[in-house]
């Protein structure tokens, strides 16, 4: 079955230090690959996606590559801020599917 | 404004009863989900519906039932046959049932059994 692996938190960091969050997957076929944001105390929020092997999915500031060659898609940013921190979830679905396979999510905690 | 409402924020259970947490979605999409958050364990899959009248089970579906009457409405009874129900319980929604698309979460429903 499908399977997502996320590095452990809490991941902590000073304001504008370079942030990578590594994920890899298993899954059979194509899977389209996700990075979603929660917020203290709220629901998750898509940050991006990449739909295809080679694709960039970024906004505000963040980037992930969908690697299929190492079945990777790692989430990265040039200069973190206090207001970045939240738990991100990396997840996968597979082709035709719409649910939702999440890793266990990483904490990130910015500092001043 | 487009989203998901779940309702309500918290909730308390007695052991033994039933309780049934409701997601309300205004954005006209095809398929809910209804998806269960523990501390250090990522979000596992209850309940899926792909269409109104439809629904399958996903990978936790024991203890739970949902039904589907309306295309805006996903209700999530929480039974007295599951063992720990304790936890943050999210629903979701997608504009149709495919791969690549982009799913929007409620606020969430923390329940506690007291």
């Known amino acids: 079955g499908n399977s997502v692996t996320q590095m452990e938190g809490p991941v902590t960091l000073s304001e504008e230090a370079f942030l990578t969050i590594n994920c890899t997957y298993t899954?059979?076929?194509?899977?389209?690959l996700f990075w979603y944001v929660q917020y203290p105390g709220e629901g998750l929020q898509l940050l991006l996606k990449?739909?295809?092997?080679?694709d960039k999915g970024s906004n505000k500031g963040f980037e992930a590559t969908y690697r299929k060659e190492t079945t990777s898609f790692h989430l990265e940013k040039g200069s973190v801020q206090v207001s970045d921190s939240a738990v991100y979830f990396c997840?996968?679905?597979?082709?035709?599917?719409?649910?939702?396979?999440f890793g266990k999510g990483t904490m990130l905690l910015v500092s001043p | 404004d487009g989203g998901i409402t779940q309702s309500p924020k918290y909730l308390f259970r007695k052991e033994g009863q039933n309780v049934t947490l409701s997601c309300e979605q205004n954005?006209?999409?095809?398929?809910m989900y209804w998806y269960r958050q523990d501390p250090g364990q990522g979000l596992r899959l209850i309940y899926y519906?792909?269409?109104?009248?439809?629904?399958q089970k996903g990978d936790i579906a024991e203890g739970y039932s949902v039904s589907r009457e309306k295309k805006e409405s996903f209700p999530l009874t929480v039974t007295s046959a599951q063992k720990n129900p304790t936890a943050f319980y999210l629903c979701?929604?997608?504009?149709?049932?495919?791969?690549?698309?982009?799913?929007?979460f409620g606020q969430g429903t923390r329940l506690t059994v007291v």
């Open positions: 979701a929604s997608s504009m149709k049932w495919s791969g690549n698309t982009e799913a929007f």
């Open positions: 899954a059979t076929g194509y899977p389209s």
């Open positions: 990449a739909t295809k092997a080679d």
């Open positions: 997840a996968l679905s597979s082709a035709g599917y719409s649910t939702l396979t």
């Open positions: 954005l006209n999409h095809d398929a």
């Open positions: 519906s792909q269409i109104v009248n439809d629904f």
